[in-house]
């Protein structure tokens, strides 16, 4: 069992950087591929990023390529999202979710455990 929660969000102007965190409970965090969604208001939930368990590889939307990065830190049980030249069009709620060990990080169905969501809104 993991139990995610998120922090960082809030409200930024056009341009302007966040950094979300994730921290998870558990003795296990290096062994869950974590990944980034988000919802805006009306639309589905869709990919943000994602990261394999030793940070070997990331995984980018085509919509934040070059502008956001994800990290983790397994001695912390942390993830985190820098997202920089943030644009009005990123405003959503981002979750973080996790997967156990390796698989399609891609894939929203694969990710077992969600947190609670954090509200990022970017004002033009």
């Known amino acids: 069992q993991v139990q995610l929660v998120e922090s960082g969000g809030g409200l930024v102007q056009a341009g302007g950087s966040l950094r979300l965190s994730c921290a998870a409970s558990?003795?296990?965090?290096?062994?869950?591929?974590m990944g980034w969604f988000r919802q805006a208001p009306g639309k589905e939930r869709e990919f943000v990023t994602a990261?394999?368990?030793?940070?070997?590889?990331?995984y980018y939307a085509d919509s934040v390529k070059g502008r956001f990065t994800i990290s983790r830190d397994n001695a912390k049980n942390t993830v985190y999202l820098q997202m920089n030249s943030l644009k009005p069009e990123d405003t959503a709620v981002y979750y973080c979710?996790?997967?156990?060990?390796?698989?399609?990080?891609?894939?929203?169905?694969?990710?077992?455990?969600w947190g609670q969501g954090t509200q990022v809104t970017v004002s033009s």
């Open positions: 979710a996790a997967r156990w060990e390796v698989g399609n990080v891609l894939a929203m169905p694969e990710y077992t455990y």
């Open positions: 558990g003795r296990t965090f290096s062994r869950y591929e």
């Open positions: 990261i394999r368990l030793s940070s070997s590889s990331t």
